[in-house]
């Protein structure tokens, strides 16, 4: 089925509106109240969604998208995120046909193993930059409790995105050609 | 219908080599310890700024909501008008309590800029970065109030770290918890060397320090000065651990900043320092603008 472009821009926009909402809590208002400890890496969950659930050619350019307006809120960068972005819609195109996500446990399940994979990956980039796998270990274990709050939020913020790429129907079986 | 799909796995590959093409030579070209802000991240920084800037001045309004709102669940329903009323009269003490603490920080913020001999800016802290590998805050200064790149953070307890990327009104700062920023450091008994670098968790590695030294918990580490971003002599933090058991020519050393980064909501910028000739024919007067 091939969507409507003006559905596709709309879809696009506002998932952006969505990703700079979420970044100002996780950078601001968290903060604010007191929680500081942990940063809530939204960006990651809406790429795993695009990656999971909406298949299209356009799907990097997306991620590129997503991952510039990120670099606004956070010093890595829109490269680092594009790159692990890529890599995982791969891996997640190869899975599909076996990936459901008929019960939030599967997501959240999904999703967690997702981020597991995206965090090493960025971890050893970031070590193969800085020469040096010294921090490797520190850099991935500081993000495990984040990932861990971001796979319980997941199911709600994949409902979210299911209305705005109008993926709903789509229950149990991941992967929306448009 | 197999050419249509073949032509959509053409498609698909290009536009994957493309980005992956793009995305590698971004990372090649991305430096962590430095960076330019792009036009389009000051775009995207001036528009969402102000909001991170509006949570921040909120941040005492916030935390009331949330005390009031937790401190109201379990209350029955005649003793509403007074619990509000005495919420009200709480907030309102909260409030003066705040005001209070800002102007204690304020007065020793000021009073401790008058003891460098430097131009310096006030700012606010409006937000954190939203990554986890990257421990960067925002200020609500940037290079039209004069904020300039590498330019050194500190308060009054110690050193926050140095100015790491500038917008017009708004600027990032690369905290000494990160391990992309290095901070050669001094400790002061022993005037011993060493290079102090972020490990997470608000905690602080100083390394390079050879195992016959006699450094202790409780050392007190201060800037040493070479490098060209920090000014010598503010504090940086304090020894909390060492381990001697650790293998190798080196200390492991475990430093506590001096500054409470769970705290901080203001800063000041060290300007840089004018020419030495200008100095002494027209001397700039110290300058604290109001955050």
């Known amino acids: ?157 994949f409902k979210l995105l299911d209305k705005v790429w109008n993926t709903e129907s789509d229950v149990g079986r991941s992967g929306v050609e448009i | 219908m197999r050419r249509i799909v073949s032509e959509s796995s053409k498609i698909k590959i290009i536009n994957n080599l493309l980005v992956l093409v793009l995305a590698l030579y971004g990372i090649s070209q991305k430096r962590f310890d430095l960076e330019e802000m792009t036009l389009f991240q000051r775009l995207v920084v001036e528009v969402v700024a102000p909001v991170q800037k509006g949570f921040a001045n909120s941040r005492q309004e916030l935390s009331d909501l949330i005390n009031n709102y937790v401190r109201i669940v379990n209350t029955s329903k005649e003793n509403v008008y007074l619990k509000e009323k005495i919420s009200r009269l709480e907030s309102d003490l909260f409030q003066m309590e705040e005001i209070r603490r800002e102007n204690f920080r304020l007065k020793q913020m000021l009073s401790y800029s008058e003891d460098i001999g430097q131009e310096k800016i006030l700012a606010q802290v409006i937000g954190w970065d939203s990554a986890n590998q990257f421990k960067v805050l925002r200020l609500n200064r940037g290079s039209n109030d004069g904020i300039r790149v590498m330019s050194p953070v500190i308060t009054h307890m110690g050193l926050v770290g140095y100015i790491y990327r500038v917008g017009p009104n708004y600027s990032d700062v690369l905290t000494i918890l990160d391990p992309n920023n290095r901070v050669d450091a001094l400790v002061e008994r022993t005037r011993t060397h060493g290079i102090v670098e972020g490990v997470f968790n608000y905690r602080c590695a100083l390394k390079y320090i050879n195992r016959t030294e006699s450094i202790e918990v409780g050392d007190r580490l201060i800037t040493a000065g070479v490098g060209g971003i920090y000014p010598k002599g503010v504090k940086v933090g304090m020894v909390t651990d060492i381990d001697r058991e650790a293998s190798g020519m080196t200390l492991g050393v475990e430093i506590t900043p001096s500054v409470d980064f769970h705290k901080l909501e203001e800063v000041l910028v060290l300007m840089p320092k004018v020419a030495t000739t200008a100095q002494v024919t027209t001397p700039v007067p110290e300058t604290v603008k109001g955050p």
Do not use: D
């Not at chain 1, 696009?12 to 942990?38: D, V």
């Not at chain 1, 019960?103 to 990956?121: E, G, K």
């Open chain 1, 1 to 157: 089925m091939q969507p409507r472009f003006s559905r596709l821009i709309l879809s696009t926009l506002i998932t952006l509106g969505i990703l700079i909402a979420l970044e100002i809590a996780t950078s601001a208002f968290l903060p604010a109240i007191g929680w500081r400890e942990h940063r809530l890496a939204f960006n990651v969950v809406i790429i795993l969604f695009m990656a999971l659930k909406v298949t299209t050619p356009l799907l990097p350019w997306f991620v590129m998208m997503l991952q510039l307006m990120h670099a606004a809120f956070s010093v890595e960068g829109w490269a680092l995120g594009t790159l692990v972005g890529i890599l995982v819609s791969l891996i997640a195109s190869y899975l599909k046909e076996i990936l459901q996500f008929s019960s939030a446990i599967a997501t959240m399940v999904t999703v967690q193993l997702f981020q597991l994979v995206w965090y090493v990956s960025t971890a050893a980039i970031i070590c193969l930059k800085l020469g040096s796998f010294e921090k490797f270990g520190m850099m991935f274990w500081n993000a495990m409790p984040g990932t861990l709050l971001l796979s319980l939020l997941s199911p709600l913020l």
